[in-house]
């Protein structure tokens, strides 16, 4: 099976401008998580979609938004970008939900903003 | 809310060497609990994981046992190569309100030198 898929692997944007990111699971894996991972504050909880519902998210101003598509692909999207939005983001799938499964992550989309 | 608790490091061992990665967690109920490990440049993967009390789980010469007693979930692994150089990650799952909520540690990185 291939593997969880994210483009693009890296992006440079300016401050105040938007971004999107995609994220393709795993195939059969209804679940797509996303991460922001930075130096300083370790790996965070963005959200998490399954069946193209938010079930969870997390400590994020509104500016950070996601959705999943009928066939499991997610995006998310930062609007007007700052400085600290400069993060590595891993998108993650899992079969379903449940505790007892983990998730499979992407190699990440590196965000720099300037 | 729940909590991973982990060294930040770096920790370095010489290439042999015995490894310890301690993990202590905070949950309401009965979380499973898992390792991921990050390569340079990559995503995190799965190592290992245990989903009750007492299991061991095991992968590539590491392991880790639940030990509810004393909420933990340490790494061990008996003899260290340079291949294992990497950033270790605790996590715990919760199942919450039909979702599952996870929650990584700030991540261990391991520098092992010939």
């Known amino acids: 099976k291939a593997g969880v898929t994210q483009t693009p692997r890296y992006l440079i944007k300016t401050r105040g401008q938007q971004v999107t990111l995609s994220c393709s699971p795993i195939?059969?894996?209804?679940?797509v998580s996303w991460y922001q991972q930075t130096p300083g504050q370790g790996l965070q909880f963005l959200f998490e979609?399954?069946?193209?519902?938010?079930?969870n998210k997390g400590n994020f101003p509104g500016r950070f938004s996601g959705r999943q598509f009928s066939n499991s692909r997610s995006e998310m999207n930062v609007s007007t970008l700052e400085l600290g939005d400069s993060a590595l983001y891993l998108c993650?799938?899992?079969?379903?939900?449940?505790?007892?499964?983990?998730?499979?992550f992407g190699p990440g989309t590196r965000l720099t903003v300037t | 809310g729940d909590s991973v608790t982990q060294m930040e490091g770096p920790v370095t061992l010489s290439e042999e060497a015995f490894l310890t990665i301690n993990c202590t967690y905070t949950a309401t109920g009965y979380p499973s609990l898992f390792w991921y490990v990050q390569y340079p440049g990559e995503g995190l993967q799965l190592l290992l994981k245990?989903?009750?009390?007492?299991d061991k789980g095991s992968n590539k010469g590491f392991e880790a046992t639940y030990r509810k007693e004393t909420t933990s979930f340490h790494l061990e692994k008996g003899s260290v190569q340079v291949s294992d150089s990497a950033v270790y990650f605790c996590a715990l799952t919760m199942d919450s309100g039909g979702y599952q909520k996870v929650t990584f540690g700030i991540g261990t990185k391991l520098q092992v030198i010939p």
């Open positions: 195939s059969g894996h209804r679940s």
């Open positions: 979609y399954f069946s193209e519902t938010q079930r």
């Open positions: 245990a989903t009750k009390a007492d």
């Open positions: 993650a799938s899992s079969p379903r939900g449940g505790s007892a499964y983990e998730q499979y």
